[in-house]
């Protein structure tokens, strides 16, 4: 089935949709967002308490002390989460650094649990990835600081081995490079979907992956939805980040960017978000916020939405 794929014409519109990690970042603050459930604190006593034994047979190339390092970096700093240069692992990566200031500890028994047995449950989802996984695990080449991240490709490949939406119709099973591939693009329902199962929040979304959300004032909206949650945009990160020698800009969503402050004066709106291991800031005018915009989903603590 695999080698058919590239015949079909509907992989011209679904390769305008797929989401291409390349970092570009003028705003790093330092990591101080609330977490929910555990703390890093939590975290760290049970990395340093973990029974690491036993633990080189299903992760052949996964180097232990670079794993180590890795795990304890992600729950003492999520910020610095970074999917690789040139993967399609920015919508896992954003759902990552939601994760790990929600709860960091939940993170580190699923990773450890995942690195000893080869398999393991994380709110009640069995994630059991496949050999070929396993076996490439720690080997990723010329992804940036992912290259020396063990933990960081074994928990992305992961997870795009485990969801699945209809860009990865043709392509189900990993081969060498399919992290760059429709193996491991994420569509918006497909995220929306994965949110749910990560995450312990009340999700509620707006928008797809060919239409903008119908949002008069869509400053108004994200700001809102802010006061009480996290907020991720699907944008068209190809308007984003113009290139002279790109002559066509197509309207598609292409990224996925965690908001973390927006404001206005007079009719600029600033907007600091974080994405592939940093913060931006960035200022843009209500037109051109809604011209990039394809879908706006907000994750409410289920605590406080149930106070509300």
């Keep these: ?20 990690c390349v970092g570009n970042h003028s705003l790093y603050a330092p990591f101080n967002l609330k977490v ?23 992760w052949p190339n996964v180097n232990q002390h670079l ?11 999520p910020i610095s989460m970074y999917p690789g240069e040139g993967t399609y692992f920015c919508a896992y990566s954003a759902l990552s650094y939601l994760l790990l200031q929600e709860d960091p500890l939940g993170y580190a028994k699923f990773i450890t649990s995942l690195y000893k047995d080869g398999k393991a449950t994380f709110r009640d989802v069995l994630y059991e990835p496949s ?26 490949l992961t997870l795009a081995d485990h969801f699945k939406g209809y860009l990865n119709i043709f392509n189900r099973k990993y081969d060498l490079g399919d992290e760059s591939t429709f193996w491991a693009s994420v569509n918006y329902a497909k ?39 996290k907020v991720v945009l699907y944008i068209n990160n190809r308007i984003v980040h113009k290139k002279n020698h790109v002559k066509i800009k197509l309207a598609v969503p292409t990224h996925f960017i965690v908001i973390e402050k927006i404001s206005k004066v007079n009719d600029v709106i600033t907007l600091v978000y974080w994405d ?33």
């Design 36 to 58: 929910h459930k555990s703390t890093a604190k939590e975290a760290l006593e049970y990395i340093n308490h973990f029974d690491f034994s036993g633990s080189n047979t299903f």
């Design 1 to 20: 089935m695999k080698k058919h794929y590239k015949k079909l014409w509907l992989i011209v519109g679904l390769f305008l949709i797929t989401c291409s």
């Design 131 to 156: 050999g070929a996984i396993k076996r490439e695990a720690g080997l990723l080449k010329y992804r940036g600081i992912m290259d020396i991240q063990p933990a960081d490709q074994m928990w992305f």
């Design 67 to 77: 794993f180590l390092k890795n795990i304890k970096k992600n729950v003492t700093h």
């Design 276 to 308: 592939n291991g940093g913060r931006t800031l960035i200022q843009l005018s209500p037109a051109f916020l809604k011209r990039i915009v394809y879908g706006i989903t907000s994750f409410v603590n289920q605590q406080d939405y149930e106070n509300k």
């Design 191 to 229: 995220f929306n979907r994965m949110g749910k199962k990560l995450l312990d929040y009340k999700i509620e979304s707006k928008g797809s992956d060919f239409l903008r959300p119908r949002i008069k004032n869509l400053y108004g909206y994200i700001t809102e939805k802010l006061k009480n949650g």
